[in-house]
């Protein structure tokens, strides 16, 4: 499998907990279109021959751009690149942002799956983190996209948010639910150092709920999205039969896929296991390109044992963890074999299980990710 990710890194305005690489100042952003497409044209001579499996406009906000616009990006990265048939096509979108005109340009240029940034059904957590959108303009792009004809739909949602109850988030997770998207994503608010939010909070005049409360509220929610439907398939994705999101999985399986745009990151079998990243600084990127260059700032062949425990991080966040087949096709061992105290010490924490197919943690392994990850770099 391969991927191709596409980063449009324009907002509307930053939310409060964002340290993405996006920017609230729209002027760059036709500069930064054309750029783009010359960037896909270098990139496809450079890589000719590769059919895509999936592909995944993120931001950012990429519903900002005009239908237009999106539409001759889309030409462009179809005419540039093999898709495969039946390829995932995936764009993020905010609530507020989308309208019909962009939806149909969206269909129309092989787009199947879209991403909706809802994080909360409560309007006031919605205002305290900063978002732009009302519960009941995220209920009318829904309407909208499924009036479109999309039939992939994931809502992304966030807990942990500065006063927010268990209740709430569980309300939060009904109301979704009803709506009877495919894919639901639920993230734990994650405070980064620097961010608006970050501020009021050491300054005392905004309060997160505490350790406990965010674990209570992953475990309820976990629970109430499988009596849902909702299988849980990675530590924060959830989704009905048949739904899981390709893209992200390809990550997972430690995947090729190149990224596109802005601070985008790529990685690749090029003699050897290799990741490179774009310039994150807008005036860098487009400078490269006026002079026909690709934007890499920074490029790094991947040590094989690097390269393992990528597999092993990457490849444990799935509830169907670590394929054995696929680990020793690519590194000519086992997974247990290479890494047989980590995998001792973690059956003996009851973290880990093997089966004949894979090495998956537990439910309670799942939840000491981290803690776990630590015995394969100790191995
Ligand atoms: S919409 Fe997403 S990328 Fe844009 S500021 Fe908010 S969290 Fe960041």
Redesign the pocket.
């Known amino acids: 499998m391969a991927g191709l990710y596409l980063h449009i890194p324009f907002?509307?305005?930053?939310?409060a907990?964002?340290d993405?690489v996006?920017f609230?100042d729209p002027e760059p952003l036709q500069a930064y279109l054309s750029a783009l497409i010359k960037e896909i044209g270098l990139t496809a001579r450079r890589f000719p021959a590769v059919a895509y499996d999936t592909v995944f406009i993120g931001?950012?906000?990429p519903s900002i751009v005009s239908a237009q616009d999106m539409a001759g990006l889309l030409a462009a990265l179809r005419s540039a690149f093999a898709i495969a048939p039946g390829a995932e096509c995936t764009i993020e979108c905010?609530p507020g942002t989308v309208d019909a005109q962009k939806l149909q340009a969206y269909l129309k240029g092989g787009v199947n799956r879209l991403s909706l940034?809802l994080q909360s059904a409560e309007d006031g957590l919605l205002r305290a983190i900063?978002?732009?959108h009302d519960f009941a303009q995220f209920e009318e792009s829904y309407r909208l996209a499924r009036e479109a004809g999309l039939q992939n739909i994931n809502v992304d949602l966030m807990y942990g948010l500065p006063g927010q109850s268990l209740g709430q988030y569980l309300s939060t997770i009904r109301t979704v639910a009803a709506l009877g998207p495919e894919h639901i994503s639920a993230y734990s608010l994650i405070l980064e150092e620097g961010t608006p939010l970050y501020m009021r909070v050491k300054a005392g005049e905004t309060t997160l709920p505490d350790e406990d409360e965010v674990c209570d509220m992953q475990d309820a929610g976990r629970a109430l999205l499988a009596e849902l439907g909702y299988e849980r398939y990675e530590i924060s994705n959830y989704a009905k039969p048949g739904f899981a999101c390709r893209h992200n999985i390809n990550y997972w399986q430690n995947g090729p896929y190149l990224g596109l745009g802005l601070a985008a990151h790529s990685a690749k079998e090029i003699d050897g296991w290799r990741r490179w990243s774009n310039h994150a600084e807008m005036s860098a990127y487009l400078a490269a390109l006026e002079r026909d260059e690709l934007p890499i700032c920074e490029q790094r062949r991947i040590p094989h044992t690097e390269e393992m425990f990528e597999c092993v991080m990457l490849g444990l966040r799935m509830l169907k963890g670590v394929e054995r087949s696929a680990f020793s096709a690519r590194f000519g061992l086992d997974v247990c074999t290479a890494y047989p105290e980590a995998v001792e010490a973690l059956f003996a924490l009851g973290w880990a299980e093997a089966t004949p197919d894979a090495l998956r943690l537990t439910e309670a392994g799942l939840d000491m990710e981290n803690s776990a990850l630590l015995y394969f770099l100790k191995d």
């Open positions: 907002c509307v305005q930053k939310c907990y964002c993405f996006s609230a931001g950012g906000t905010n940034g900063g978002r732009i």
